[in-house]
């Protein structure tokens, strides 16, 4: 087996044991890197000089905690001391961050290798990683399929073995669609379980950060250093952070699990559903109660995250105006009106654009109550669906996606379409709570297939406890 290939937990062992170093893990990794990147393009830049003196680093120091010398990938959404951050957007071209996002100084001061950039979606608008400024990444398992998004550079490098692990941001689906769409694990955690200090904003009261990676051990081990309260993020409470890799084991004899009916209803292929509906009854065959739920505010999740979603974007995108933040361009127009046009206009892409106008004529006087205030009203209504729930389950089961990947380019000239890939993860990003998308099954053209295990809030621990 390559070193590449070996789990965090894995390689954290034969580090320890000085079976191999970091180097040479690292080595390995920027090894598969090279081969396999030219055609997934997962990777937007490549920091080898900068993992391999991290790497040496921890070679002379010593090993100390379960991700001391471990490679990873970073998606483009971070600010990392050191490396360029983009957002995959041209607005933010060249520019690089003076200082580490809260979860990445902790990634650091643990010691993890960073191996580079991972393509994404601009500012994560998008479920394929096809709208990125630096081209679209390719699927894994099919190169001619999305890798999902928006996310996807950091699933397609976990999954095709370029790094051990990855982190990523998921606002309505984007950690958990691409990990079910390219077979490896991700998970979201809890609203404000992890710092947003550092992060480019997309929807501020959605935006959550979680890891990828090939096993719910190695999630466990990557949450645990990554969560905790920080007092640059007031929306992270001080709520402890669990030994989630030791609670692991638990017995799920017992456990209650609700299947909500509209998870597996009209607009979710049949495969899909029985290949995750097996999983979960093999979780019955481990003692496990199932019964099912409902949910019948799903149907409207994604029209209240289409609303809510825009309009926090188009603030937040607000402050690239090339002169704060933003392109500086030579042309600089008549007046400032004109230059903010011209900034605006050629730096954002044809996505962000559609939903900046969204996002504003929803916020706009006249509109706000029908739109804005409404969906917030309906976006409650949905937290209390999933409240009652929770009064009889433990954890929740159902798909990730309605379908596998699909065909690069099939959904781009359709916005709704695209926007249905995220119809099941949605719910659970409106109402905070931790979902982790685990690896269940193959459809019958090869293409994996991913189980959702959604939790109550803070609840990481036996999400990950049922994914394992
Ligand atoms: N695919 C969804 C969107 O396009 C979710 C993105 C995300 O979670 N960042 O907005």
Request: net charge neutral; aromatic share 8%.
């Amino acid at each position: 087996m390559n070193l590449n290939e070996l789990t965090i937990r894995e390689a954290h062992d034969g580090l320890k044991a000085k079976k191999f170093s970091s180097e040479e893990l690292t080595n390995a990794c920027l090894r598969r890197i090279s081969e396999r990147n030219p055609t997934l393009n997962a990777f937007i830049e490549v920091t080898s000089d900068i993992a391999l003196a991290q790497a040496k680093k921890v070679d002379k120091e010593g090993v100390k905690g379960m991700l001391s010398g471990i490679p990873i990938g970073i998606k483009d959404i971070f600010c990392v001391k050191g490396m360029k951050t983009t957002g995959a957007s041209k607005i933010l071209d060249g520019f690089s961050s003076p200082y580490d996002a809260t979860v990445v100084g902790k990634l650091r001061s643990a010691g993890a290798v960073f191996l580079g950039r991972t393509n994404m979606d601009e500012f994560a608008c998008g479920a394929s990683t096809e709208h990125s400024c630096y081209g679209v990444t390719k699927n894994p398992k099919d190169s001619e399929r999305v890798p999902g998004g928006s996310s996807g550079g950091s699933a397609a490098a976990v999954a095709d073995n370029m790094c051990l692990a990855a982190i990523g941001t998921d606002t309505g689906g984007s950690i958990r669609q691409p990990a079910s769409f390219c077979g490896c694990y991700g998970l979201k955690p809890t609203y404000g379980r992890v710092s947003r200090y550092g992060v480019l904003a997309m929807a501020s009261s959605w935006d959550t950060i979680g890891p990828f990676a090939r096993s719910a051990e190695d999630i466990a081990i990557m949450l645990e250093v990554m969560a905790g309260c920080d007092s640059r993020d007031s929306t992270t409470p001080d709520v402890a952070v669990p030994d989630y890799a030791g609670a692991l084991h638990q017995d799920i004899k017992g456990l209650k699990i609700g299947i909500p009916k509209e998870y597996f209803g009209e607009g979710v292929e049949e495969e899909t559903k029985n290949i995750v509906m097996q999983a979960i009854k093999g979780l019955e065959k481990k003692g496990a109660i199932l019964k099912e739920v409902s949910l019948p505010m799903t149907k409207y999740a994604i029209a209240v995250y289409y609303i809510s979603m825009p309009a926090e974007l188009s603030a937040n995108l607000a402050r690239y105006d090339g002169v704060r933040f933003g392109l500086n361009i030579d042309d600089k127009g008549d007046d400032l009106n004109e230059y903010y046009e011209k900034v605006r206009g050629s730096g954002f892409g044809d996505e962000i654009k559609r939903r900046i106008m969204i996002g504003t004529y929803v916020l706009s006087a006249g509109y706000y109550d029908a739109y804005y205030k409404k969906a917030q009203k309906v976006r409650t209504l949905i937290i209390k669906d999933f409240g009652k729930v929770f009064d009889e389950v433990d954890v929740l089961c159902a798909p990730v996606s309605p379908f596998p990947a699909f065909k690069l380019g099939e959904n781009l000239d359709d916005p709704l379409k695209m926007y249905m890939a995220d119809a099941l993860t949605i719910p659970a990003s409106a109402a905070g709570l931790p979902a982790l998308s685990v690896p269940c099954g193959v459809s019958a053209a090869g293409l994996p297939i991913g189980l959702q295990v959604i939790g109550r809030q803070f609840e990481e621990g036996r999400v990950l406890g049922v994914g394992f």
